[in-house]
């Protein structure tokens, strides 16, 4: 597995799988990570032990990234130190108190923040966060908005902390890829309903569009 991770070049991880059909099809095409959605007010919620045999099944063949909304910390505890998960993603309200036992502890987790304007981006460092994930505010119903912010913002972050790998998501489409890439260099592009042909059901037509941006020659 490559690490999706890693800011010197920009991969995909598709967000909001809820079935083992769609996961292996990500794997066989390459896709860097996915995200299964572990918030229970989610169009794309899976249970835990709905995830579990996906999870299994995907170990070592790509990025399993839980992701969480204000969550009791004894869940993402379990399922990263269970090895269901490789890393975490907070996408709520979690204050930097309750990032820091993740920390202290080496589980590695996701922070993201939704960027209002240049002062959302302030004292992100307290996160003490592996990557930092740039989406649309969205109060109430945490991402899955479908809509792109200031890409600028996200930009200038990324040259003033060129040390901390930044996801860039909301709104992110096989359209609009190639530029969010080109303007923003991110680490990872992180996509729920632009690769969808309806909630938790994925799109492979728009998953091959999304992974040919990649290339800047594509």
């Given at each position: ?67 969480f909304v204000n969550e ?10 269970s090895g269901l998960i ?30 209002k304007n240049r002062e ?99």
């Amino acid at each position: 597995m490559s690490d999706f991770l890693d800011p010197s070049s920009t991969s995909l991880k598709i967000c909001g799988v809820t079935r083992a059909d769609d996961a292996a099809r990500l794997i066989e095409l390459g896709v860097h990570a996915l995200g299964i959605n572990f918030w229970r007010q989610s169009k794309r919620y899976l249970a835990p032990d709905q995830a579990e045999p996906i999870l299994r099944a995907c170990d070592g063949k790509i990025h399993r990234v839980g992701v969480f909304v204000n969550e009791h910390p004894d869940l993402p505890k379990h399922l990263l130190e269970s090895g269901l998960i490789d890393i975490a993603q907070f996408h709520g309200d979690e204050t930097p108190e309750y990032c820091s036992t993740f920390a202290e502890a080496g589980n590695p987790f996701i922070k993201a923040v939704g960027v209002k304007n240049r002062e959302s981006l302030e004292n992100i460092t307290d996160y003490r966060a592996d990557a930092i994930l740039l989406d649309t505010p969205a109060p109430g119903v945490y991402g899955g908005t479908g809509e792109t912010f200031d890409w600028s913002h996200a930009k200038a972050f990324i040259d003033s902390h060129p040390d901390i790998p930044v996801l860039l998501a909301g709104g992110i489409t096989p359209e609009n890829a190639a530029d969010a890439i080109s303007q923003v260099q991110p680490a990872a592009l992180d996509v729920a309903s632009g690769a969808e042909l309806s909630p938790g059901i994925k799109d492979f037509q728009k998953v091959r569009a999304l992974l040919n941006s990649l290339t800047p020659d594509s």
